[in-house]
């Protein structure tokens, strides 16, 4: 089964740009449609972005999109999520998460991923 690790989550401030990536380990990576969910402390997990397993058909919450962009590398089995113009309401755990279908345009609900991430905590102030 593919592993998942994500990096690149830490302390910003309002307006502020971070980038995460997921490294796919042991997996046939460019099989899958990708996507990144989020947790706020207290809330549920939240769809972000997804992206297809050949790199295209990027999709979005509403919340950030124009924001927010998602890419994948399939000659490094990485996935990234660009974040600029951060806002408090950003702070959460953010997932990686890899479709359990294959050759799928792209996917939003969690009971539609085959494996989650250890998820990376993202801190927004104001």
């Known amino acids: 089964q593919i592993q998942l690790v994500e990096s690149g989550g830490g302390l910003a401030q309002a307006g502020d740009s971070l980038t995460l990536s997921c490294l796919a380990i042991?997996?046939?990576?460019?099989?899958?449609?990708m996507a990144w969910f989020r947790q706020a402390p207290g809330g549920e997990r939240e769809f972000v972005a997804s992206?297809?397993?050949?790199?295209?058909?990027?999709r979005y919450a509403d919340s950030v999109k124009g924001r927010f962009t998602i890419s994948r590398d399939n000659t490094k089995d990485t996935l990234y999520l660009q974040m600029n113009s951060l806002k408090p309401e950003d702070t959460a755990v953010y997932y990686c998460?890899?479709?359990?279908?294959?050759?799928?345009?792209?996917?939003?609900?969690?009971?539609?991923?085959?494996?989650w991430g250890q998820g990376t905590q993202v801190s927004v102030s104001s």
């Open positions: 042991d997996g046939r990576f460019t099989n899958y449609a």
């Open positions: 998460a890899a479709d359990r279908r294959f050759w799928r345009p792209g996917f939003h609900d969690p009971a539609d991923v085959g494996a």
């Open positions: 992206v297809s397993w050949g790199g295209g058909e990027p």
